[in-house]
């Protein structure tokens, strides 16, 4: 059984930093997708960053290119984003989601994500 627990939410005031994190346990196999989404009050969950295992490559929501970073950390197994230059419109509940890929090449999708953590709140203050 997957498990993704997310730490690391907060409050910041605009400009600020945050660093979530998500403990990953149950996930078997080489090839995974592992992402941050985020759903702010209002508006449906959106893809945030994305990470694909075994040297897959990295993607970014537009609007926070420059600004967050993807990482995972095979050794604790977690999968990490720091987020920089924050802005009231990065306020939400971010979510930790995985799934398996079984073609290394084959690039991560927003979609298919069926794996989820129970969400931790950012909110960033003007």
């Known amino acids: 059984e997957v498990q993704l627990v997310e730490s690391g939410g907060g409050s910041v005031q605009t400009g600020g930093s945050l660093r979530l994190s998500c403990q990953i346990s149950?996930?078997?196999?080489?090839?995974?997708?592992l992402a941050w989404f985020r759903q702010a009050p209002g508006k449906q969950r959106e893809g945030v960053a994305a990470i694909a295992t075994s040297g897959g490559g990295t993607e970014y929501n537009w609007s926070v290119k420059g600004r967050f970073t993807i990482s995972q950390d095979d050794e604790k197994s977690t999968v990490d984003l720091d987020m920089a230059s924050l802005k009231p419109e990065d306020t939400g509940v971010y979510y930790c989601?995985?799934?398996?890929?079984?073609?290394?090449?084959?690039?991560?999708?927003?979609?298919?994500?069926?794996?989820w953590g129970q969400g931790t709140q950012v909110t960033v203050s003007s």
């Open positions: 149950g996930i078997s196999g080489a090839y995974n997708c």
């Open positions: 989601a995985s799934y398996a890929r079984y073609i290394w090449a084959e690039p991560c999708k927003w979609e298919r994500y069926n794996q």
